[in-house]
Nanobody, 115 residues
Framework: QVQLVESGGDLVQAGGSLRLSCTASGFLGSFDVMGWYRQAPGKQRELVAT???????AYADSAKGRFTISRHNAENSVYLLMNSLKPEDTAVYYC?????????WGQGTQVTVSS
């Protein structure tokens, strides 16, 4: 059974930084794509950033220039470095991993940015 576990969420002041981590267990091989999504209260879940097994990245416009996604294929881990955080970045951040037609989600980690 594949499990994704996120960590690193916290309460931080605007302008601060956080690094989220996600590690997958129960999977042999490398996921095609790993990524981060977020969901703010009363809003739909939205894409933040993704990274392929080859290192190709994609970012939401809101994340470009401030967030950096990276991964460690051998450890099936993905990271999100978030700089210059804003109150509107407050959300539960979810890790996602995809392999062929399968996708897996973590339980989420809370990021709260105070003004």
């Amino acid at each position: 059974q594949v499990q994704l576990v996120e960590s690193g969420g916290d309460l931080v002041q605007a302008g601060g930084s956080l690094r989220l981590s996600c590690t997958a267990s129960g999977f042999l091989g490398s996921f095609d794509v790993m990524g981060w999504y977020r969901q703010a209260p009363g809003k739909q879940r939205e894409l933040v950033a993704t990274i392929s097994s080859g290192g190709t990245t994609a970012y939401a416009d809101s994340a470009k220039g401030r967030f950096t996604i990276s991964r460690h294929n051998a450890e099936n881990s993905v990271y999100l470095l978030m700089n210059s955080l804003k109150p509107e970045d407050t959300a539960v951040y979810y890790c996602q991993a995809r392999h062929t037609r399968y996708e897996y989600w973590g339980q989420g980690t809370q990021v709260t940015v105070s003004s």
